[in-house]
């Protein structure tokens, strides 16, 4: 179950059939399975999902913070090892965080806080120049004038500006992936937007490839290229954004659709329930996940196949695809 998308451009980094289990109490936790998606240099992936859905862990997973139970990690067409990844690895995949006041030593200035990876990485020789190569980063995030940030602690910036310090301490490395966590999910809605607008700037000036991770489809939208739609732990419908967001083939896709901001429609606006007000459950708990597809107990178009197994990729034209038994058979069913 390979979930890449038709390039001719070999991915920058893709994880390919990747699998992650924990151990709990005795128990194991099933956070990932077989789950694929492919990075390439100037495009934006979304990984969208409520929260519980692996997205963190398919993240981690590409960072190699977590090591692969199964399938593989690749970088540049090639698989990575299973043990810790080495400096280059490192520096070319640069992991974003949710909070941003965490990502930062609140008792180090934004210079020292972008300095370090610098100084690590042989990009500065001397004092002088880490503070001219700082300013410079900090420009490249819209901090201005950049040298009034340089001496500032972590808790005299507001969220937005924080944000941007760490992806300014990511851009330092020269990376070749950013991989963002939930970026604007903890800033003021005021500014979600501008940090929206600047992942864009890096993608088209930097050729940067990027994975954007949230539970908000409208977001995703309006940043990415393709939208990858996740739910406990497997992938279960990825595409072209329009493609997915405007003809969504599965029934989760079109719980998420349905559960975004639109005056026009009048549905329930947490996404629990159907239009006839019928309650569509929780998630499952992956300690003891449903047998075939993990969306059946909350399906409205549940079958018995669906039990018994999970459902086969389905082509649906264009890049669109779907793990769905109402396509299996290439029928094209709609969820609407």
């Known amino acids: 179950m390979t979930d890449l998308k038709p390039d001719t451009e070999t991915p920058v980094l893709e994880a390919v059939a990747a699998t992650k289990h924990f151990a709990a109490g005795g128990a194991t936790v099933r956070a990932v399975e ?5 990075l390439h240099r100037g495009r934006i992936v979304a990984l969208v999902g409520e929260s519980g859905s692996g997205k ?20 540049d067409g090639s698989p990575v090892g299973r043990g810790h990844p080495d400096r280059e690895y490192l520096r070319r995949v640069q992991l974003i965080f949710q909070d941003p006041f965490a990502s930062l030593h609140p008792g180090k200035t934004v210079l020292h ?18 503070r001219a190569r700082a300013a410079e980063l900090l420009e490249r995030v819209s901090l201005l004038p950049a040298k009034e940030f340089l001496d500032k602690l972590p808790h005299q910036l ?3 500006q924080r944000q941007r310090v760490v992806i300014a301490r990511a851009l330092a490395v020269r990376p070749a992936v950013l991989l963002g966590d939930e970026p604007i999910s903890m800033l003021d809605v005021s500014i979600r937007l501008d940090m929206l607008n600047l992942l864009t700037k890096l ?21 990415c290229d393709d939208v990858q739609v996740m739910y406990a732990g497997q992938m279960v419908e990825g595409g072209p954004k329009e493609d997915v967001i405007q003809r969504p083939a599965h029934p989760y896709t079109q719980l ?12 329930a606006a947490d996404g629990t329930a159907d239009e006839d007000g019928t309650t569509l459950g929780e998630p499952p708990n992956l300690a003891d996940p449903p ?17 018994e197994a999970f ?21 094209g069913v709609t969820t609407t």
């Open 311 to 331: 459902p086969p990729r389905t082509e649906l034209g264009g890049g669109h695809w779907a793990h769905c038994w109402l396509h299996a058979d290439g029928s």
């Open 158 to 160: 507001s969220g937005g």
């Open 34 to 38: 077989e789950a694929s998606v492919a």
């Open 256 to 267: 998420l659709v349905d559960a975004s901001p639109d005056p026009a429609r009048d549905r």
């Open 113 to 130: 806080n972008l300095e370090r990876p610098l100084r690590i990485h042989g990009h500065v020789r001397d004092r002088a120049e880490a």
């Open 203 to 223: 993608r088209d000036e930097e050729g940067l490839a990027l994975l954007y991770i949230t539970h908000d489809i409208a977001s995703a939208r309006y940043l």
């Open 56 to 75: 963190t862990t398919v993240a981690r997973l590409l960072a190699r913070m977590y090591p692969v139970t199964g399938g593989e990690i690749r970088l």
């Open 291 to 307: 047998s075939g597809c993990r969306f059946r107990p909350r399906c409205p178009h549940a079958m018995a196949v669906c039990a």
